[in-house]
Structure formats: C-alpha cells, structure tokens
T-cell receptor, first 113, second 109 residues
Framework: DTEVTQTPKHLVMGMTNKKSLKCEQH?????MYWYKQKAKKPPELMFV???????INESVPSRFSPECPNSSLLNLHLHALQPEDSALYLC????????????FGPGTRLTVL | AQRVTQPEKLLSVFKGAPVELKCNYS??????LFWYVQYSRQRLQLLLR?????SIKGFTADLNKGETSFHLKKPFAQEEDSAMYYC???????????WGAGTKLIIKP
C-alpha cells in the first residue's frame, strides 16, 4: 500500500460541533504531518509527528488537537471551529531521511458554518 | 531568512511550446529542493527533487547555487501538464518544507 488515505472526504460542521479527521498510511513512514490549504495557496504546516511524538506545532489554535495513536494513524480533532477554518486539510507522511519526499493524502474538504 | 519565491502566479503557454516555471530560494545552508504538482481534483504529489536529478513527465530542474534558483523546464508542453506547481525547500535537519506561493500552469490547445 503506497497511499495516504484520509476520511472523510468532505465535512460540514457547525461552530459548536466536535469532529475528527483521520489519516492512515502503511508505508512504514515515521513522520506524519497535518497541513491546511486554502484555495490557490500552498499548504500551511500545522503539526508534525516524528515517531508518534508531536515534534512541531506551528502555533495552531487549541481548537485543533492532533493525535497519533500509532505509527500508521494520525487524527485531527476539531472543536469550536470558526468559519475561517474552512479549508482543505491535508495529511502527509514521509521517511525520516535525507531527500525524503512527503506523500500526501487527498485531503478532507472542511466547511464550518 | 529562508524563503522560496515563485514570481509567476499564472503561466499560460501553447501546446508544444517550451515551459519554464521559475523558483528562487534563500537559504544559508545546503538546500534540498523539490517540485510538487497538484492536478485538478488530485492530490499533491512530488514531481522532482534536485538530489535525484531525474526527468519526470519530460520535466527537468537544475539547481543553480550561484543564482539560487531551481527552475522547472519542459521543452514541449502538453495539455495534461496544466496544473498548480509548487517549489519547496526542505528546512534544515527537520522535515518541514518551505513552500513557494505556486504557479498555475495553463497549456492552451
């Protein structure tokens, strides 16, 4: 399996809802990433996990809470989001080596009402 | 400061014409550079990385340290090359990428 999968594909939520985004990879990658991408813009890094430990948090608001239950799974828990959080949320994974490429999932299109 | 600049937001060329998407970087160390491509309704995917010096889908990119550039080139554009292209710089010893703003490439028939 050489793909990163993400569920759900689309998500619509209200500002008081709690939801979770899921990401899975079975390539043995030990680095996993969450990005936020607005239309026609590059991805913005949110979080990086290395060996299932949070190594980078790019000053993301606490209404976004990442979790890495094991080496294949990455979750992003959402609570009390704002309409400006509507975006495409991308998960990626990579080997931890020089020249490693990041493999991206298809993303979850999130709309906050 | 570490930075990646893609000066063209939009580039439109005719099918069969040469294509060059510009990327300039600012980095004090030894850079690792990548080109990623995002086709319409598809996931972001790696096109090229400078250390492998490969040619993918007819595209090549050469790292020019003197000009701090990593321009993406293809001698004869095809309609299926229409996509969003991002140049990215790996930040040091961790796994972060610094992204350019992206160039939308449109190939006209």
């Amino acid at each position: 399996d050489t793909e990163v999968t993400q569920t759900p594909k689309h998500l619509v939520m209200g500002m008081t809802n709690k939801k979770s985004l899921k990401c899975e990879q079975h390539m043995g990658h030990r680095a996993m990433y969450w990005y936020k991408q607005k239309a026609k813009k590059p991805p913005e890094l949110m979080f990086v996990y290395s060996y299932e430990k949070l190594s980078i948090n790019e000053s993301v608001p606490s209404r976004f809470s990442p979790e890495c239950p094991n080496s294949s799974l990455l979750n992003l828990h959402l609570h009390a989001l704002q309409p400006e959080d509507s975006a495409l949320y991308l998960c990626a994974s990579s080997q931890m080596a020089v020249g490693n490429e990041q493999f991206f999932g298809p993303g979850t299109r999130l709309t906050v009402l | 400061a570490q930075r990646v600049t893609q000066p063209e937001k939009l580039l439109s060329v005719f099918k069969g014409a040469p294509v060059e998407l510009k990327c300039n970087y600012s980095y004090s160390g030894s850079p690792e550079l990548f080109w990623y491509v995002q086709y319409s309704r598809q996931r972001l995917q790696l096109l090229l990385r400078h250390i492998s010096r490969e040619s993918i889908k007819g595209f090549t990119a050469d790292l020019n340290k003197g000009e701090t550039s990593f321009h993406l080139k293809k001698p004869f554009a095809q309609e299926e090359d229409s996509a969003m292209y991002y140049c990215a710089l790996k930040r040091g010893s961790n796994y972060q990428l610094i992204w350019g703003a992206g160039t939308k490439l449109i190939i006209k028939p």
